[in-house]
Nanobody, 115 residues
């Protein structure tokens, strides 16, 4: 059973930056697509960004130019650099790993953008 552990969330002022990290146990996620989703209160979970095993990336329109996703396959890890954060980025951020027919989720890390 793959486990995903996120870190790096917290409270930041508008315009600030945070870096989220996610480490997966085992090696399956090194061969799958990894990504970040978020869920704000009262809203559905949405894709923020994803990256394939060969580095193909997808971003939500709302974060393009501000967020950067990257990965370290040797560590089965994925990262999300978030710059110029806005109040509407406030949400619980979840790490995801999709490998063949399996879909794994982390427990989530809170990101709060507030002055």
């Amino acid at each position: 059973q793959v486990q995903l552990v996120e870190s790096g969330g917290g409270l930041v002022q508008p315009g600030g930056s945070l870096r989220l990290s996610c480490a997966a146990s085992g090696s399956d996620c090194s061969y799958g697509t990894m990504g970040w989703y978020r869920q704000a209160p009262g809203k559905q979970r949405e894709l923020v960004a994803s990256i394939s095993s060969v580095g193909y990336t997808i971003y939500a329109d709302s974060v393009k130019g501000r967020f950067t996703i990257s990965r370290a396959n040797a560590k089965s890890a994925v990262y999300l650099q978030m710059n110029n954060l806005r109040t509407d980025d406030t949400a619980v951020y979840y790490c995801n790993c999709a490998f063949i027919i399996q879909n794994y989720w982390g427990q989530g890390t809170q990101v709060t953008v507030s002055s």
